[in-house]
C-alpha cells in the first residue's frame, strides 16, 4: 500500500516530521515500510508562466514563446506543443531542474536559445496527458496549485494483514497522530449526507454477505479529466488518474479505505439494486474486459436484468461511467471479508477492492464515504446534483462490549510499569474510549473501525500500549520460572550421534528435497499413483512426496561423479508413505542413507565393505543377510541388515545401469527400526581370568556358499567354549577343484572356571571336525 | 715388574678394541685377550708358581684388567649397535608430505551445524526438543494457530496442498499445538524442521527450507522475557553481543506480535547492501501467545501465558557462513558441503 506522504500531513495537524524519519516512526510503532520514493522534486522549481507572444519557427513545427515566469523573469523558450499561443497560462520549469533522469539545460533549438521549458502533465509527472502543455488558471510565478513535491511511503501489505483501517490515509494519519502527539483531522462531514427520500431501493436477502449497502444517486455529471491537484495525488498514492468520476472513487477508497463504485443510472435496469448470490450460469464482463462465469457461491450487484457487478471485487462493463455519463449511482458498500474473498480467489481476481474487504472492513465507514463523496463530487464535477436521499440497507449491529483492561496485568505482559495517565492518552489518541472501571482497571471501548476482527481481547491491548511506548523501552528480563530438566528427546540425540559419526567417518551430509517425480518413482519401483500426491506442484516432476531417500542420493551420485573420482555422502530425512488404515496422516519414517562411490574400487565391493563397517559401527553385532535385490539394486550384491532381531534396513549396490562409471554402495536404514532394536542399556562383561586358547580350521565348501553361514555352523558345533570366531582368510584355485573355496578361521576357546588342558581342546576341535564332516564338508587340517 | 706386563697388555688390547671397525674384529680381539687361550688365562696359569702373596695380588691385578677390558669390550659393542640402528632407521625415511591415507573427513550440513547448537542452547536454558510431522492436517497448521479457512493470513504462505487435503507444513508452528497437547502447562519447548512454501526457486528464494519454532507457556512471561531469551539466542549463534530491536509484526497466533530485527553484522548499523541501508536485519518473527491458540489447545489463558516465536535456520546459516545463493543448501554439491 502506498501513502501520499502531503495527503497525511494534510491530515495531521502541525506535522514536521520528515518523510525519512516518519518512515522509521511507522516502521516501529505500526507496520513495516518498505521504502520512500521521493516524487515531484521539480514542482519545487517550476512555476505557471504567461505566455507572452509567440513566433512560429521556419520550418519546424515549433515556436519560439516569450513568457512571463513571474518567479524568474521573462524567458524565452522554443515549445512544441499545439497549444501554444500567446495569452494562456501554462507551467514553465527553468534550466537546471531535473525532470526525472535528465536535466533541462539552457540550449539552443532550431537556432534559438531555449532558455528552461514549457511542460505538459505527463512531462511533470502529474497525469499521464502528454497531447500539449498545461493549461493554469493562475497567476505568473505561483505554484501549480496543489502539486508539491512529495514522497510516497510504501508500506508492507503483509504487515497491514489485520488492520482494515489502515488501507486508507485517514487511519494511517491517526496512527502518525498518535506516535507524533499531533491531532488529527476527520476529512469527513458527516451532515453532507442528504436527507429524503432515496431514489434507488437496496435489497440485501442476506446480512451476513453483505452487512451493508448504501448508495447516492447524482445528476448533470460531467465526466471529464479531474483537477491537476487530484491527478497528482492519486499518481503519489500509486494510483492511475482516469476520469473525475473514477478517480473520485479512488481517491476515496485511498483515504477512507472504503471501496466505492459508481454506476452509470441510465445503464442501469429499474429501479433496485440486488446484493444477492448469483444464479446458476450467469456470467459478467467485468471492467477490465475479461468475462467470469459467476456461481452462488459469489454474491453479485444486479439490477433488474442481472449481474452488474462482482460484489466486493469489480463492476460490470455494461454499466461503466463513459464520456455521456450523465446520472450516476455511487455504491458505498460493506462486504463479508470471507465471501470476497473466495470469490477472489475463485475468479482469480484480486482487486484494491477485494484486498481491502478481505481484511473486514467496517460497515460504519460506508455513508462516511459517500459524504465524503458529496464534498469531493462537488469539486471534480462543477454542476453536480443530488437526487434523493441516502439509500442504505443495513442490520444494525450491536456494539462490542468494553474490554476491561487490568494495568497490573498490563505491566506483567509488557513487562515494564506504565503509568495509568500514560495508557489512558496513549488509547485515547487511538480513538479508543477509555474510562476507570475499578481502581487499576480501565474499560477501553473499541472504535467501530479497530471491532471487526483486530481488537477484541484485552491482549490486543498490550500491544497498542507496547508499540506506543516502542518495545525498546523494555529490559531484557530473564523468567521467575521453576528450574526444570528437559525432557529427553532420544530420537534426536540419537540421530545426532548417527550425524557425528559418518561425518567423522568421512561422509558428507546432504538434504535432498522431499518432491520427486513419477519418473524417479517408477525407477525405483513405485507406483506413482500408489504415493502421496502434491495437488499444486511447482513443477510436474516434482509432484509425489518421497518414499525413499533413494532417488535424491541417486541424483546425488550421478551430479557428482562429474567432479569427484570418488566421494561418501549420507542424509538423514523423512520418507513419505500414505497413511496406514485409520491413521489421519500420511506414515513419515526417519531414514538413514549412507553411499560410498568410487569410478575405481581399491579391491572388489570395497565400498560396499566399507558401508557394512560403517552399518557395525552405527549397530554393533548387526549382521548383513544376502537376499533377492530390488530392481534398483546390483542382482547378486544385496542384503539386508539386521540387528537385535530386527530387520532395519538394505545394504546394497546401486544398479551399474543407473552409474555411468564406477559403482556406488548405498547403506539404507530405518531410523525409526534402529530405535526400536537398540539396546536400552549396555551392561558389563567380566574379562577372563584364564587363558583361552585357538586354533586354525579351514573348510571346504561351494564358491558362493556363505561365510557367514559356515561360521555359525562351526560356532554351533564348538558350543559353550567358544568365546570367539575370526575370519582368516579364503582361498580357491589349485589344488582345489572347481568350483570349490577353502575358508579358514581362527576359533578361540575356553572354560568359564579354569584352563583347558590340551586333551580338551583337543576334543572340541575333533567334536567340530566330525560335525563338519557329516555335515558334507571337507575340512583341510 | 709383573705391573708393567699387566700395563702393557692392557694397553694394547684397548688400542686394537678402539681400532677394531667390526663386531667380528671385536671378537677377535676378545678371545685373544680374554678367551680361554687368551693372553689373561695364560698368565693366570702362571700364578701357580707364585707365592700366596704374591698370587693375591696379581690375582687382583688380573682381575682388574678383566674387568677394564670387558667393559671397554661392551661400550665398544654398544657402539656398534647403536650405529647399526642408525642406519636401518635411516634407511626407513619417509616423506611425509605425502597425503594422508584413510577416508578423508566428511562434514556435517551447515543447517545441522547451526541447528544442533541452537538445540544445546535451549536444551540448557530448560527446553525440550519436540519433532512433527512435515505433511500436517489443515487444521494444525491453520486453524489451531488462529488461522481460520478464508483468512487472509492463509495468503502470507504459499501452501502446497496435497491430494488427500492435507499439506506440507509451512511453518514449524503446528508443533507448538501438538507440544502444547503433549507437554501441557508450563512448557518450554523447540521444533527444529523442513517447511514448505510453494515459491519459485532463485538464489534468494526456496520452496523448502528450515525453521526453528520455539515456545514457552508458564505462569507470568512477559515482553521482557522474550527479549532476554531472543538476546541469549542470537549472541550466543553470532558468539558476539547483539543490538536487537522490536517492532509489531502481524501473526494471527501471537499478540501482540513482532519482528525481531538484528542491528546489521556486516556494518554495525551504519547501512549496507545487505542490510538495504537500513543498518537492521529482520530476522525473525516473535510474540506473546494469542490466548485463543493456548485455548484452542486446552491450555486456560487466564493462567497460563508464554511466548513463541519462528527463527530461519536456513537464513541463519547462509547468515553465518555468508552463502550467497540458497539453492546450494539442498543441491547436494560436495564441493559446497565439504567446506562445513
Ligand atoms: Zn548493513
Known sequence: MKFSYNQIRDLVEGLETAPEALKGLITMKTAECEGIEQIGEHLARVCAARVVSVEPIAGTHNVKASVETGRYGERTVVCGAPNCRAGMVTAYVPAGTRLGAATID????????????????????????????????????????GCEPDATIEIDNKSLTHRPDLWGHHGMAREVAAITGNRLKDPVNPRRIPAGEAVVKIEIPDFTLCPRYSALVFENVTVKASPLWLQYRLTAMGLNPINNIVDATNYLMAMLAQPMHAFDRDKLTGDTIRARPARPGERIQALNGEWYELAPADLVIADGAGPVAVAGVIGGMDSAISGSTARIVFESANFQAAGVRRTSARLKLRTDASIRFEKSQDPANTIRALAMAVELLEQVSPGIRLVGGLADAYRPKPAPAPISLPLGWLDRKLGRHIEEAEVTSILESLEFGVSRQTPGVLSVTVPSWRATKDVSLKDDLVEEVGRIIGYGSIPPAPPMVAARVPAANRERAFQHE??????????????????????????????????????NPIASDQSLLRPSLLPGIWKNVVENARNFESFRLFEIGLEIHPANAGADLPRQVSHLAVCSAARQEASPAAALFELKRAAECLMPGAQVRPVEPKCYEHPVRAAVVDWHGETVGRLFELHPSMVESGRAAVLDIDLEAMERARPAMKRYQPIRRYPSSAFDLSVVAELRELVGGIEQKLARLAGEPLEAIEFVRQYSGPPLPAGKKSVSFRLTVAAADGTLSSEEVGAIRGRIIDGMQQSGYELRI | MIEQTFERLESRSRERIAAAMSREELEAVRVDVLGRKGELARISKEMGSLTAEERARVGKLLNGAKQGLEAALEARKAEFDRAALAARLDAEWVDLTLPATGAPRG?????????????????????????????????????????????????????????????????????????????????????????????????????????????????????????????????????????????????PFVEPGFELDIECLICGGAGCPVCKQSGWVELLPCGLVQPNVLRMSGIDPEEWNGFAFGLGLTRLAMMRYAIDDIRLLQGGDLRFLHQF
Do not use: C
Open chain 2, 107 to 251: 562434514s556435517l550440513h551447515p543447517i545441522t551445524i547451526i541447528q544442533s547448537e541452537i538445540e544445546d542452547l535451549f536444551v540448557s536454558m530448560g527446553f525440550t526438543v519436540l519433532d512433527g510431522p512435515e505433511v500436517e492436517t489443515e487444521y494444525n497448521n491453520f486453524d489451531a494457530l488462529n488461522i481460520p479457512p478464508d483468512h487472509p493470513a492463509r495468503d502470507m504462505q504459499d501452501t502446497f496442498w496435497l491430494k488427500s487435503g492435507q499439506l506440507l507444513r509451512t511453518h514449524t508452528s503446528p508443533v507448538q499445538v501438538r507440544g502444547m497437547q503433549k507437554l501441557g502447562p508450563p512448557l518450554r519447548m523447540i521444533a527444529p524442521g523442513r517447511v514448505f512454501r510453494n515459491e519459485e526457486v532463485d538464489a534468494s528464494h526456496e520452496h523448502t527450507f528450515y525453521q526453528l519454532e520455539g515456545m514457552m507457556v508458564d505462569r507470568e512471561v512477559s515482553v521482557g522475557n522474550l527479549i532476554y531469551f531472543m538476546k541469549t539466542l542470537l549472541s550466543s549463534i553470532f558468539r558476539k553481543d547483539v543490538t536487537v530491536r522490536l517492532r509489531p509484526g502481524y501473526f
Open chain 1, 498 to 535: 548417527v550425524r557425528a559419526m559418518l561425518a567423522a567417518r568421512g561422509y558428507t551430509e546432504v538434504y535432498n528435497y522431499s518432491f520427486i517425480g513419477g519418473e524417479a518413482a517408477r525407477r525405483f519401483g513405485y507406483e506413482p499413483g500408489a504415493l502421496v500426491e502434491v495437488a
Open chain 1, 106 to 145: 539552457k540550449r539552443t533549438v532550431n537556432g534559438v536559445e531555449s532558455d528552461g521549458m514549457l511542460a505538459s502533465g505527463a512531462e511533470l509527472g502529474l497525469n499521464r496527458d502528454a497531447e500539449g502543455v498545461l493549461e493554469l488558471d493562475v497567476e505568473p510565478g505561483s505554484p501549480i496549485p
